[in-house]
């Protein structure tokens, strides 16, 4: 076992945390790792969704099944849903929402009695569970007490009524996307900029600013004292090659080095809001570890083991 | 040919502005004017629309009839005279169409459209007439007077003056049930919708020089009058000029027929062709003809013709009075001339232009007519043919009354208190049934033109809103479909502007049928007499005073109205030009057409229906009479698009006035030479085709496939689609309106009721399940509702009457019953409730009929349970459908009726068919979880993935520009434009503009992206072109489609498995499959599928004689029946089909006979 130089110690430097985004640098680690990382966001992070709908009355315009398709793509706050159970894994109960350990239930009664258009939205839901309830979009920041609106469901029209029953279950990405926790999930290798200022220093004002507009994002500016060119944000750079295309048509090829660092990523995730993105980011890790963990306790990875020595020992981290 | 307008010509109103003396050497006009800075004159487009609408020909067409064309039919027709009591009569005085109602066992209810269509009716309003008449005894009537005397019922078009929704605003429709979007212009027939396609034809009463079979050189007339429709051909054959007419079974020399009409003198004939001696030398030989005919005088010529005279059934009466060539002269003979007592000079010089034409044709062949020139065509509109058929029927109903009259008369008891004016009501039926009928079959028989054509009408495609749009505006071909011919079908420059170039369907109607232009209008029917008159007094000479020589003076043109000479005038241009000054001044009505022919030396003059013409604006030695304070009043509103056409800035133009204009694009492009400007360039496009964005950047047939697609796309139909019974419809979900728009889009409400989802799409290849256009779609895309939709199927039941008074019954399901399960979602009433989910063989309605239909019975209301048996409607589906709504009411022999609305909502699987609006369909290749999509570092990941190599041979470039534009629009929050031939008017965006606000949005100006791979996590190798690009679903799905069959139902005659799906039929080894099977050599694979799968059959063969036996069940023997014993008898397999055969082989005394080897 003197595997251990296959293993490297990965570092997480946040940039910006906020419930609903955030932004940080993985280091030292590879493609393989940031990827897996990002997959598991999107599609294995478990969360509560309403699954399961019960119409009782709907003299709605909309049709059963669109409103309960509506209803599952609202985000529920599902800290607890790492806790939970999935309901196909419930030995408590057949998952018809009475079970506090794998399902929620919802209801929802509204009729409209004036002549103005009603929206129902996720705030009519009420929630037999408090700590699972839709997601309040409103801005805690303006704290004007008009109406926050939640997500539009239907809207009614005098006499229109929409009554009733759903069950929100414990489910992952994979299956269906109301599932997903991740609204946005994406990384990038973080740029390298290296200017050449020999070469910089030959262009007049006029050509450099030329070339610092050639990019398409703001990634160079030109330092008013000192009129040399910088690079202000080189996560702005998204890999177009318009500078170095332009240096070489100006007849300067290399005066700008760019080298995308293969070991460094820079993650933004933006959640829907089901769980905060820093708890989304911690229960991906958890779940590649378990998913990790399952291979390694996996009969064909023993298997494995005869076969390929030493290779199988690395792949349990070994 | 472009006809320089007088330069003394000023603009008829002061509007035109800009009056400058003319008496300075050079033209100050343009010098003074100002800079030229182009009007935008798209503005004029909307408020053309809200004036004329989308299907105005049709709206138009229908309301002449209404208030015109009818009254003319009724009043031509307005005498009904008993025939052996002449003092008895009915005379119609008036008749008028009220308001559409429905009769319910005599009570009498205003409808709606909606109530119509629900109801299964048809919506129509009572034709009542005031009649004059007399009642009383036979011998002693007195006279009386009755108004509004129903004598049928007319189905309305809806949205025509007669219409309950005429005039209505958008509020009033919805409370009425009616979209506002939708059009109108068609019927509701029994519930159905109706569209009386606009058919196209050949124009009447004019002449057409054309070649026969044989090559002659032949003019062609149809005459066409209230009375009576004919065909005159005059031809050239052999160097003599003949007739054809139906009347003369074989050919006539024309100058018998000339002889006939009174032109004695060869003189005279040749002064009136013309003098130029080539005429005169072509004619000759028919003179010779004629001579050799012995024909010298009028009474020898009426004496030959007689002779040619077909004999038909009724010529003794007519015989007595005068010649019968002499009637077929006057009446049958060019029917469009008017002869005035006996004399037929006109009718001669008429056939004095024929022959001058066709001798011109024979001169030079530039003279021939095209047959597919748009200006030769004719475009006949469903009023037009229901007034046809309105006449047909009036007429046979006044005979009818007549018929009863005189019936009734004879009866000495009935003659006592004898009125007509009852018989009315006994006749209403001819008129009411006769019209519904035709117009549900689509067969139109007119017997007295023995007009007889079918498929008139079809239903309107109610599958997505556009395709409603597109059928109105269908031009139907006048040839069948079979003739191989490229003319008819090539694209005409002379369409340009009227009909649309792109929107034709592919195959075998391909370039025959047609749609009309954006801005296209169709002429109605003019009155002359007033037309006629002003010709006269504008100068032009009378043909009565002109002699045979002066008809074809070099510097004078004939003058022509609608095919009829009206006499010659010395100044064509300064004429041509007053009428058009008339014209724009509104003194003579707007869609008049002069044309000046200048090869022809004819004036041209048309007023007559079905022409194809459009509004232009008008330009003075290049300078456009719409000014910018002319758009700004349009636009706050003080002026409207008549008034337009009232102060002479725009006019309608047709397509033979179009030869004399010059017409810029642009008012930039203008010279002075330019006599119109176009309002917009894209108006050249039809409604359909204007939903493809940049369309004139694409390879044109893409554009064509487009058009057929846009109109199987599924969409919102319209705003009351929730409420409408159709027996399919298909609906999206989530439909959206178009990131890149086109003005046609926001003119006809595509932008409200849309087709499809603005998709990001990214040109790439991936995973190899996209070959062949096939789309890799993001499963998270669908699962949040990209391309789902709603499927309504009607099923219906009707709960029938029977002959002994019995009737079905629905029954409470048994809850109890073994078919409980079954019954699961009938409501206590035995009908499926609306919500409930329906499985495979659920049955939605348990109904019962009695076993015995036949025998009366007492007591039929209450027989036993025995005495019924089931009937229940078990649903056969896919599983997961809902019942959506169920409606009861009484089909038309007032039985009960049920029709249920199942409703299936489905999500985009493997094999559905999408497209883009660029004719690039392609079905869902695959289906791949978003964590395997590319995704770029701006966290965009795409909905589908499209196959580059779906573009280097599409040469779709619209579509790069789309993906383009809506990748900036996205970007900026605006809807980028992307309207036909639009860069130049600012109507479309340009790719240069494009790529600024893309650059200015951090993105690359080619719309390429970096993107990185979801799978592996590195970015990928080249840039991605990835934007949103506009997608429709297409109505074909794999649910709908998907068939296998292990075993299954049979065919009873040969055994062998049912055809198609409808039937679970099997699937067939043709003959092709069977080849590949031989020449492989797998023969018990082809024994297996042949015989063993389809239809084998054990037959006893008599080895003795050949022949088939049959099997004794009771001696356990198989029996040969020829040679009477069971001897040389053997078993075998033999596909049943082939016994069959052999069988009916035997029954035509053929036989057949087995010889068997050992195997």
Redo the contacts between chains.
Sequence with gaps: MEGASYARMPRVKIRELKDDYAKFELRDTD??I???L??VM??EVPTIAIDLVE?EV?SS?L????IA?RLG?IPLTSERAMSMRFSRDCDACDGDGQCEFCSVEFHLRVKCMTDQTLDVSSKDLYSSDPSVVPVDFSDPASSDSSESRGVIIVKLRRGQELRLRAIARKGI??D???W?PAA??????EPEIHINEDLMETLTLEEKREWVDSS??RVFEIDPVTQQVMVVDAE?Y???D?VLKKAEAMGKPGLVEII?RQDSFIF?V?STGAIKTSQLVLNAIEILKQKLDAVRLSEDTVEADDQFGELGAHMRGG | MVLNHDPSQQPMNGNGGNKVPDDSGFDQRILTAPVKSAVDKFQLLPEFLKVRGLVKQHLDSFNFFVKTEIKKIVRANNLIRASRHPHIYLRFLNVKIRKPSIVDESVTDEVTPQTCRLSDQTYAAPICVDVEYTHGSRDDPRLHRRLNVEIGRMPIMLRSCCCVLYGRDEAELAKLGECPLDPGGYFVIKGTEKVILIQEQLSKNRIIIETDKKGNIAASVTSSTEKIKTKTVIVVENEKFWLHLNQFPKKVPLMVVMKAMGMESDQEVTQMVGRDPRYSYLLLASFEECRKCNVYTQEQALEYLDKMVKRSMYSSNSAEKESRAFSVLRDVFLANVPVDGDNFRTKCIYVAVMMRRIMDAILNKDAMDDKDYVGNKRLELSGQLVSLLFEDLFKSMTTEVKNLTDKMLDKPDKAKNFDISTLLNRTQNIITLGLERTLSTGNFEIKRFRMERKGMTQVLQRLSFIGAMGHMTRVSPQFEKSRKVSGPRALQPSQWGMLCPCDTPEGEACGLVKNLALMTHVTTDEEEAPLISMCYSLGVEDLELLSAEELHTPDSFLVILNGLILGKHRKPLRFANAIRKLRRVGKIGEFVSVFVHNKQHCVYLASDGGRVCRPLVIADKGVSRIKEHHMKELMDGVRTFDDFLRDGLLEYLDVNEENNTLIALYEGDATPETTHIEIEPFTILGVIAGLIPYPHHNQSPRNTYQCAMGKQAMGNIAFNQ?RRNDSLLYLL?YPQRPLLTTKTIELVGYDKLGAGQNATVAVMSYSGYDIEDAIVMN???L???FG?C?VMKKYSAVIQKHSNDTSDRILRPNRAADTAGRMRVLDDDGIAAP?EILKPFDIYINKQSPIDTRTPKASAANLPDSAYRSNAQSFKGHGGE?V?RVVLCSDKDKNMCIKFLI?H?RRPELGDKFSSRHGQKGVCGTIV???DFP?????ICPDLIMNPHGFPSRMTVGKMIELLGGKAGVSCGRFHYGSAFGERSGHADKVEAISET??SK????SGK??I?S??????LQA?IFMGPIYYQKLKHMVLDKMHARGSGPRVMLTRQPTEGRARNGGLRVGEMERDCLIAYGASMLIYERLMLSSDPFEVQVCTACGLLGYYNHKLKTGICSYCKNGDKISTMKLPYACKLMIQELQSMNIVPRLKLADA
Excluded: W
């Excluded at chain 2, 951090?1002 to 100006?1005: A, H, L, M, T």
């Design positions: 493609a393989s940031a990827n897996a990002r997959r999107i599609a119409i709907n315009v049709n059963d099944e669109f398709h793509l990405g994979k269906h996307a109301k997903s946005t999930v994406t990384f990038m290798y398409p994002t702005a998204s890999y177009d318009e995308a933004t933006e | 929730l979900v499963k998270a895309s699962d949040r509702g789902r709603i919500g809902v959506d409703r909502t979880p978003q964590e995704f770029s570092e701006k966290g893309l650059v951090g993105f690359s100006y992206d970096f990185y979801g799978i592996t996590g590195c970015p840039y």
